[in-house]
């Protein structure tokens, strides 16, 4: 029962020093479907600091080979309100340019590639075609897989292409602790198509989690002993 007890203690102590060191993180998951097109993706929040943070959009439609299932944008929510939120960089895999097939692999852009972000309080609107501090056309620039099928991609009003997964940098004021994410939608295709994400639990917070579990199991048993 005393090594049980060792243990337990150590596995906690040692959740809670992961966690504690690491960056904050936050995972949600889309899968969805809209005239026969998967719709599915992954956005991991990155938080550095209580206003710094990264954000990182993968596709997971896997080949993509359809307009309506390029990611071409996110709205999230944070708890607390930020004075301010800048987006400082756009670093997508490749770009490639599939309106004249086969399709190209194109440098040289700017470094947002068309992205935007608008806050409205702790609303954030992440999106592609950005025109204005509130207007989006969500494209051209969408995000697909790194396996993708050309040849469906060809419409030259949504080329060219993000190829994720995409790392989007953000620096905000006003805020002392990380805030949360209260919920996440992501976009996908011509119009375009929400579909709502699910959270994801991160490794640390499941670890700490299993120790804290153990250590009650562990508690109740001793209790029930001693009784």
Same mark, same amino acid.
């Given at each position: 029962?005393?090594?049980?007890? %060792?243990?337990?203690?150590?596995?906690?102590?040692?959740?809670?020093?992961?966690?504690?060191?690491?960056?904050?993180?936050?995972?949600?998951?889309?899968?969805?479907?809209?005239?026969?097109?998967?719709?599915?993706?992954?956005?991991?929040?990155?938080?550095?600091?209580?206003?710094?943070?990264?954000?990182?959009?993968?596709?997971?439609? #896997?080949?993509?080979? #359809? %307009?309506?299932?390029?990611?071409? &944008?996110?709205?999230?929510?944070? *708890?607390?309100?930020?004075?301010?939120?800048?987006?400082?960089?756009?670093?997508?895999?490749?770009?490639? #340019?599939?309106?004249?097939?086969?399709?190209?692999? %194109? *440098?040289?852009?700017?470094?947002?590639?068309?992205?935007?972000?608008?806050?409205?309080? &702790? #609303?954030?609107?992440?999106?592609?075609?950005?025109?204005?501090?509130?207007?989006? *056309?969500?494209?051209?620039?969408?995000? %697909?897989?790194?396996?993708?099928?050309?040849?469906?991609?060809?419409?030259?009003?949504?080329?060219?292409?993000?190829?994720?997964?995409? /790392?989007? /940098?953000?620096?905000?004021?006003?805020?002392?602790?990380?805030?949360?994410?209260?919920?996440?939608?992501?976009?996908?295709?011509?119009?375009?198509?929400?579909?709502?994400?699910?959270?994801?639990?991160?490794?640390?917070?499941?670890?700490?989690?299993?120790?804290?579990?153990?250590?009650?199991?562990?508690?109740?048993?001793?209790?029930?002993?001693?009784?």
């Amino acid at each position: 029962m005393r090594k049980l007890t %060792i243990w337990a203690a150590a596995a906690f102590l040692t959740a809670i020093s992961s966690l504690a060191s690491a960056n904050i993180m936050y995972t949600f998951h889309a899968d969805g479907m809209t005239d026969s097109a998967s719709q599915e993706a992954t956005a991991v929040f990155n938080f550095s600091s209580a206003n710094s943070f990264t954000l990182t959009l993968t596709n997971n439609v #896997d080949p993509t080979a #359809d %307009i309506l299932s390029e990611l071409d &944008g996110l709205m999230f929510s944070f *708890t607390d309100t930020p004075l301010s939120l800048q987006l400082l960089s756009v670093a997508p895999s490749s770009v490639v #340019d599939c309106s004249a097939l086969p399709c190209q692999t %194109i *440098t040289g852009n700017t470094p947002y590639y068309g992205w935007g972000a608008s806050a409205s309080g &702790g #609303d954030i609107t992440l999106g592609a075609g950005f025109t204005s501090p509130s207007d989006f *056309t969500y494209h051209p620039y969408g995000i %697909i897989n790194q396996n993708f099928d050309g040849s469906k991609l060809n419409d030259p009003v949504y080329n060219p292409l993000l190829v994720g997964p995409v /790392t989007y /940098t953000f620096a905000m004021t006003g805020l002392d602790t990380v805030p949360e994410i209260s919920s996440t939608t992501f976009l996908f295709g011509k119009l375009p198509n929400p579909q709502s994400g699910i959270p994801v639990p991160e490794p640390n917070s499941l670890a700490l989690l299993g120790a804290g579990l153990l250590a009650f199991v562990w508690a109740s048993r001793r209790k029930k002993v001693r009784t």
